[in-house]
Each structure stands twice: as C-alpha cells, then as structure tokens.
C-alpha cells in the first residue's frame, strides 16, 4: 500500500481537500465548530495518507535476496 500511496498521494491529498471544501460548502449553516471539525478532519485525514507514503518511495528498488550460507 506504501507506494501506491507514494505515488498517487498528490491525487489523494487533492480529493481529500476537495471532500472538506464541499462538506464546507453544502453545509446549510457552516458555525465556527463545523468549519473546526472540517479543518480537524482533513488534518487528520492528511496525516493517515502521509504515514504509508513516506515510508516506501515509489521508485526504490525491491530488497536483494539473502545470500544462502556458505
């Protein structure tokens, strides 16, 4: 999952913006709580995407093979 998420993570960080700005914008009476859960949220949502991203860079090679025992 790490680099699938490396490599789309501008596409995710972009819908997930674009999530909290529609919450932001259909709801009826936005209150300074809900623009706060909204933020929360999306800061949240951000740091869940950014934990599998940057532990696997996309373009790293795959781990060699042990060497058996000699």
Excluded: K, N, S
């Excluded at 596409?11 to 529609?22: D, E, H, K, P, Q």
């Excluded at 009826?28 to 706060?36: N, W």
Aim: glycine share 8%; aromatic share 10%; charged share 10%.
């Amino acid at each position: 999952m790490g680099p699938f998420v490396h490599r789309y993570r501008a596409w995710i960080t972009g819908a997930l913006v674009a999530a909290a700005l529609a919450g932001y914008v259909f709801w009826p009476h936005p209150t300074g709580r809900v623009v706060l859960g909204l933020a929360l949220a999306l800061l949240l949502a951000l740091a869940l995407v950014e934990f599998p991203a940057a532990g696997a860079p996309a373009d790293a090679p795959p781990p060699e093979p042990a060497a058996p025992p000699t």
